[in-house]
């Protein structure tokens, strides 16, 4: 399915994310996020629960042809769900994505 393989990517893409980070957050190898991404096979529904809890998404967005097109745009808004009640502005979450990118440039 073409929905889930796009999906997957752009999740990933989205997040600054290697083929290995979203195989951890998965439960999987990073070999099996290639095959998704190429179309080869598709994610077991574990897997999907797994990615959709850890970016507090619903499975319908990795599921669902286009699922992530909608949600492209909300998804620093998730983040702010982990800071119940801190009301952060717009300008604030994109600077924690950006923070968030810089962290994970320095992983080694």
């Not at 077991?44 to 990795?62: C, L, V, Y």
């Not at 717009?90 to 968030?100: F, Q, R, S, V």
Request: no cysteine.
């Amino acid at each position: 399915m073409v929905g889930i393989s796009e999906n997957i990517k752009m999740l990933r893409e989205k997040f600054d994310l290697t083929q290995q980070d979203l195989a951890d957050i998965a439960g999987v190898t990073n070999k099996a996020v290639s095959a998704w991404e190429n179309g080869l096979k598709e994610p077991r529904m574990g897997a999907i629960e797994k990615i959709a809890t850890h970016f507090n998404i619903k499975k319908s967005n990795i599921i669902e042809e286009g699922g992530m097109e909608n949600l492209a745009q909300d998804i620093p808004f998730t983040i702010a769900a982990h800071f119940d009640g801190e009301n952060f502005t717009e300008e604030e979450l994109k600077e924690i994505m950006e923070y968030a990118k810089y962290i994970k440039s320095r992983r080694k």
